[in-house]
């Protein structure tokens, strides 16, 4: 983890996440675009990833609910390392069979 930068409330509005992928070291810097007390909080990479972590109370406690969105970053390594787009057909196939066998 890196610099962490609050309001003078205390929240977050940006910090700094420093990781390794694919051999690379890599910082990226996060910035908290939405936040909604007890409902959702937003977050958007500056490596082009957005993330929505939605918060519902239900009989046992919350659900939390993370969606993300990499279009841009995917885009990108695609791009460079994989070239994805000419085996997309087997990949959906492999991953669906795969999430099938764990329900």
């Known amino acids: 983890m890196g610099a ?6 205390g929240v977050v509005t ?3 996440c420093k990781y390794r992928e694919l051999g690379m070291h890599l910082t990226a810097t996060i ?6 007390v007890n409902e959702r909080i937003v977050e958007r990479s500056s490596l082009g990833v957005v993330w929505t972590c939605s918060f ?9 609910t993370v969606a993300w969105d990499a279009s841009t970053l995917t885009k ?6 994989y070239h994805s787009d000419k085996d997309i057909d087997t990949e959906l196939a492999t991953f669906k069979r795969e999430v099938e066998a764990l329900a």
């Open 4 to 9: 962490v930068h609050r309001t003078p409330e």
């Open 76 to 81: 990108m390594l695609d791009a460079v390392f």
């Open 14 to 16: 940006t910090y700094e």
């Open 31 to 36: 910035t908290r675009e939405e936040y909604v």
């Open 56 to 64: 519902e109370p239900d009989a046992t406690g919350t659900t939390l």
